[in-house]
Nanobody, 127 residues
Framework: QVQLVESGGGLVQAGGSLRLSCAASGRTFSTNFMGWFRQASGKEREFVAA????????YYADFVKGRFTISRDNAKNTVLLQMNSLKPEDTAVYYC????????????????????WGQGTQVTVSS
């Protein structure tokens, strides 16, 4: 079992930056394929970014490429999402998620590829 706790959300003006953090506890974290999703009010939860167990490979939704960066520190059991050039349409609850093992998820943009979810952190971008 893996427990995930997100932090770092808040209110920011358009063009600003936020850094989300996901702290993992429980079974071995350093071997899990990890990701971030988001869900805006009234919309489906959507993929944002994913990262391999080593951090060597990262994957992004087209709408965040060049603006968001996912990274991990396995020694600290932490996954980060650095968000720059934020837009009002980035407003959503952001969720950290983990697969049960390190295997690459070809369908990394699918919610079904992940087994554990955090409670989410609200990000609000004002115009």
């Amino acid at each position: 079992q893996v427990q995930l706790v997100e932090s770092g959300g808040g209110l920011v003006q358009a063009g600003g930056s936020l850094r989300l953090s996901c702290a993992a506890s429980g079974r071995t974290f350093s071997t899990n394929f990890m990701g971030w999703f988001r869900q805006a009010s009234g919309k489906e939860r959507e993929f944002v970014a994913a990262i391999s167990w080593s951090g060597a490979n990262t994957y992004y939704a087209d709408f965040v490429k060049g603006r968001f960066t996912i990274s991990r520190d396995n020694a600290k059991n932490t996954v980060l999402l650095q968000m720059n050039s934020l837009k009002p349409e980035d407003t959503a609850v952001y969720y950290c998620t983990a697969a049960r093992d390190s295997a690459y998820r070809p369908r990394y943009a699918s919610r079904g590829s992940y087994d554990y979810w955090g409670q989410g952190t609200q990000v609000t971008v004002s115009s």
